[in-house]
T-cell receptor, first 119, second 114 residues
Framework: AQKITQTQPGMFVQEKEAVTLDCTYDTSDPSYGLFWYKQPSSGEMIFLIYQGSYDQQNATEGRYSLNFQKARKSANLVISASQLGDSAMYFCAMRDDLMTTDSWGKLQFGAGTQVVVTP | DADVTQTPRNRITKTGKRIMLECSQTKGHDRMYWYRQDPGLGLRLIYYSFDVKDINKGEISDGYSVSRQAQAKFSLSLESAIPNQTALYFC?????????????FGPGTRLTVL
């Protein structure tokens, strides 16, 4: 069974500073995808970034980058130059991409990390 | 206009009532999903559909049913609502032909069962 762990329930970060959100996952499947979503206080889920298990390079999208350490099964999100609008809940999720498994195609989410950016 | 819409956005109902949550999408995606979010638990998959004729149970399907009326529409029903179904419900869609198959979420429906 898959499992996603986000060990930081909440974090404070100063504006313009970088912040790293931890995510570890547990799977025995060789093919999988890792996702990060942002949920602001308004409630919607916003897709931020994706990393495939076979991708050689860490994914980047603007101020977001994913620090993918496959051997350690970690997929930490780094937000550079934090802005007040980055205050939100952040979720790490994994999808099993092996078609022969029951969990194929389904996203499993971690419990989330609440980030508060202060001026 | 939003690509994934959910109606209603907020609903308060009583124990034992039947309620339907609707999801529509204009993204042309073939896959649709229903999740619920409870505080501290992240999102959990209720049902998913990979095409119009394909319906599958997710992690927590008991007490729920779904209908895929068309490629663009996927409804979630609570046949007899109970208080512990109070939660934030999300619909999501994805496109299998997209190499990443990213799921895109609707705005959510906040359901309260009294």
């Amino acid at each position: 069974a898959q499992k996603i762990t986000q060990t930081q329930p909440g974090m404070f970060v100063q504006e313009k500073e970088a912040v790293t959100l931890d995510c570890t996952y547990d799977t025995s499947d060789p093919s999988y995808g890792l996702f990060w979503y942002k949920q602001p206080s308004s409630g919607e889920m916003i897709f931020l970034i994706y990393q495939g298990s076979y991708d050689q390079q860490n994914a980047t999208e603007g101020r977001y980058s994913l620090n993918f350490q496959k051997a350690r099964k970690s997929a930490n999100l780094v937000i550079s130059a934090s802005q007040l609008g980055d205050s939100a809940m952040y979720f790490c999720a994994m999808r099993d991409d092996l078609m022969t498994t029951d969990s194929w195609g389904k996203l499993q989410f971690g419990a989330g990390t609440q980030v508060v950016v202060t001026p | 206009d939003a690509d994934v819409t959910q109606t209603p956005r907020n609903r308060i109902t009583k124990t034992g009532k039947r309620i339907m949550l609707e999801c529509s999408q204009t993204k042309g995606h073939d896959r649709m999903y229903w999740y619920r979010q409870d505080p501290g638990l992240g999102l959990r998959l209720i049902y998913y559909s990979f095409d119009v004729k394909d319906i599958n149970k997710g992690e927590i399907s008991d007490g729920y049913s779904v209908s895929r009326q068309a490629q663009a529409k996927f409804s979630l029903s609570l046949e007899s609502a109970i208080p512990n179904q109070t939660a934030l419900y999300f619909c999501a869609t994805s496109d299998f032909s997209d190499s990443v198959d990213t799921q895109y979420f609707g705005p959510g429906t906040r359901l309260t069962v009294l």
